[in-house]
């Protein structure tokens, strides 16, 4: 691959100018961006790299890139990378390849990189500008990316100035102000004050111990009859599979009986004077018998396809025109039979939200019908793993059992809240924040 055409030398060192006066005047915002993407006017490359230094220590731009996701498996591995570099990084601009990088990260270099990257230091905190070339730069190339980088980290020094100038200003007000000292001394005590951690689930109102009603053999729903929430008793018909099929193959099982019994009977006749026709009975009668366990199992599975109601409850189905016409398996669950008086809450605690429940946490839940009554529940389940739920989300499937009081109908819905262990108050309000803190910064 031929090496990148660079521009003329007048060229180039009007395009110096320029950045530098660019970048003098740029936002904190904008100067990012400008280093990544500004800089390939001067010195051309297939990709720039901005790594901040102390305390960021991360890469903080990309060119072609407006925002950088910190969490995408390239922006990691050069975070990796050039944590590495910088920690053996010596003064001065260099090259470094693959070989210079750690050991574990050379498999991948040649997924994310090019042959060669250009480390310039910036001369402010550790920052470093990262070309992303094949082939190395040229001694006049280097020299005028010499002067852009003093440039480029006079103008990040600038901005960092004006930043802490300004938060240093805020801080000594706020010092002077002795209302301010009075809450930050209250907040503190609070801070230490016990209270229960808390989360929030999506909720509803489930079934205990319902009875799974299945299709008892392979088919096509014909006919549902019964309608959701209906109240039903033991014996009562729910619903029925299409049996044409299986009257089909008993007609055709019932004209082979007949053949069979036909040809044993004339069979029986002959072997009175024929002992060859006589080998042949213990034959003909095992076809017959043959072809009348299969009417009988026929017979029987057409008994099978009304399906009635194990015992006395409440139907619980979404809604019976989707099962219509609809092919099903043998055991494919279609709908639940329940005791209206037996129910208990289901709610689905997500990962992010999870807090450490006693075996018999209290909760109370909230439904969206009657928010102003909530219900006071106990746990009586928590599933081990979390799976995901119908929304998409991982969760932590939750059980637990009402405390007395009006039994809701099944499938109300609303929002659960669960108590864990007392925590100090500073804890349960910034316990999500430090975890996502934690995450951002990779501690």
């Avoid at 550790?126 to 094949?134: I, P, Q, S, Y």
């Avoid at 200003?169 to 000292?181: E, H, P, T």
């Avoid at 409440?314 to 037996?342: C, F, S």
């Avoid at 009657?370 to 998409?392: C, I, K, M, N, W």
Wanted: hydrophobic content about 45%; overall charge positive.
């Amino acid at each position: 691959m031929n090496a990148p055409v660079s521009p003329p030398p007048l060229l180039r060192l009007s395009l110096l100018l320029q950045l530098e006066k660019r970048a003098r005047a740029a936002t904190r915002d904008e100067l990012a961006f400008l280093i990544a993407n500004e800089t390939f006017s001067l010195v051309p490359y297939r990709q720039a790299l901005l790594w901040r230094g102390a305390p960021h220590r991360r890469v903080t731009a990309v060119s072609g890139l407006s925002a950088i996701d910190r969490n995408a498996p390239m922006i990691t591995w050069l975070n990796a990378l050039f944590s590495g570099f910088a920690r053996a990084a010596e003064a001065g601009a260099r090259t470094l390849d693959v070989a210079d990088a750690p050991a574990s990260l050379r498999e991948s270099w040649a997924d994310w990189l090019p042959a060669r990257l250009i480390w310039l230091p910036l001369g402010h905190g550790g920052d470093v500008l990262v070309l992303a070339r094949e082939h190395d730069i040229e001694e006049g190339e280097r020299q005028l990316l010499g002067f852009l980088c003093d440039a480029y980290g006079h103008a990040l020094a600038a901005q960092e100035r004006r930043g802490a100038g300004a938060r240093a200003l805020r801080f000594a007000l706020g010092r002077r102000r002795l209302i301010g000292l009075g809450l930050a001394g209250l907040a503190v005590l609070l801070a230490f004050l016990p209270v229960p951690q808390t989360a929030l689930a999506p909720a509803e109102i489930v079934p205990r111990d319902p009875v799974l009603v299945r299709a008892p053999l392979e088919g096509v729903v014909d006919r549902i009859a019964v309608k959701p929430n209906q109240q039903v008793a033991e014996g009562d018909l729910l619903f029925n599979l299409d049996d044409r099929r299986l009257r089909s193959q008993l007609d055709v099982a019932g004209g082979t009986l007949q053949a069979a019994e036909l040809e044993l009977r004339q069979a029986r006749q002959l072997a009175v004077v024929d002992q060859k026709v006589r080998s042949t009975l213990p034959l003909l009668q095992g076809k017959y018998d043959q072809q009348a366990a299969e009417i009988a199992y026929l017979r029987q599975q057409l008994a099978r396809i009304q399906v009635r109601a194990p015992r006395a409850g409440v139907v619980v189905l979404d809604d019976p025109n989707e099962w219509l016409g609809r092919p099903v398996a043998i055991g494919e669950k279609v709908m639940l039979v329940a005791d209206p008086a037996h129910v208990e809450v289901q709610a689905r605690l997500s990962v992010a939200d999870a807090i450490r429940l006693a075996p018999s946490a209290p909760l109370r839940l909230f439904l969206n019908i009657a928010p102003e009554r909530p219900l006071d529940a106990v746990l009586t389940q928590s599933s081990y793993q979390a799976t995901q739920g119908p929304d998409g989300i991982l969760s932590y499937r939750l059980k637990a059992r009402l405390d007395g009081g009006e039994v809701p109908r099944i499938g109300l819905k609303g929002t659960a809240r669960v108590y864990g262990e007392h925590v100090p108050l500073a804890y349960a309000l910034f316990r999500r924040p430090f975890a996502a803190l934690r995450q951002w910064t990779g501690l």
